[in-house]
């Protein structure tokens, strides 16, 4: 009788962004099958994951607000990509489905300054002169946490709106303005549960969570003046301008890049662990599930419209764990 591998209960631990969520989620899953190895990963917000690896009570953090090079070196950390995803606008308008709206980023801008108030503002009807925009109150929903989504969002509205960058700026956490209708969630997926149950509301999440909760995501005006649907092309369209190569500790915004076809929200989610590990055994296996998502994940992640790393930034990615994350003494722990 041929009994089941046994695996060693082995348990990695991370937390932070809830960005990523769905695809470290599936990532987990199907890594526990091939290897028994089990990942505890707490969707806590990109603040709250911060916040624990600087008091290493998790295995790595998780952000999708990439720290600066000095805050890296101060704490002696190394910060990686693992994947790629993008921030959607979604709205909760009877009648309205996904991919019929548009919106330009000085008109989001606008929403959430509290400008534009009412659905049927001529800004927005002169957006979208097809549609029956209702008479009703807008009601902006934003990330109540500490939240590396709200960092690219803000630094998005930043690049478009000179109101915003001068009254606002850019955050995981800002003072939202009082002039708009708030309501405040905690993660993506309290944003999107507030969006599906508030007529009226817009709010902005990964797409995964857009796509999953079935909201109605809009259409964007990018940089080249195109407006462009969320789609796995376009996101591919606004990371292959990413210049990995010249960013230092891989802190790179991919928000409003060039190019006919690119998304204008596209971001980066990143990983922080020490480079001095106390824990080896534990810091090994991180890696490990990080190799293996890097190499064998890229068709999970696509199927929630993620985009993968590529191979070259994968290499640059396995050199400095190579060269910089060891024992305390001294042993490599990723060759």
Known sequence: MCSAPAFSATVINGAGASFPYPVYAKWAEQYNKETGVELNYQAIGSGGGIKQIKAKTVDFGASDAPLDKSELDEFGMVQFPAVM?????????????????????????????????????PALKALNPSLDLPDMPIYTVHRSDGSGTSYNFTDYLSRVSSDWKNNVGVGKEVAWPQDANQLGGKGNAGIANFVKRTPGAIGYVEYAYAHTNNLSYTQMKNKAGEFVSPTMESFQAAAANADWAHAPGFKLILNDQP??????????????????????????????????AYEKGDGLAKELEYVPMPDSVVEMVENTWHNQIKSTSGEVLFK
């Open 85 to 121: 995803g993008s921030i959607v606008p979604v709205v909760n308008l009877q009648g309205i489905g996904p991919d019929e709206m548009r919106l330009s980023g000085e008109a989001l801008a606008d929403i959430y300054l509290g400008k534009i108030k009412t659905w049927n503002d």
């Open 259 to 292: 190019g006919a076809e690119s998304w204008p929200m596209t971001a980066a989610t990143f990983i922080l662990m020490y480079k001095e590990q106390a824990n080896p055994e534990t810091a090994k296996e991180v890696l490990k599930f990080f190799d293996w």
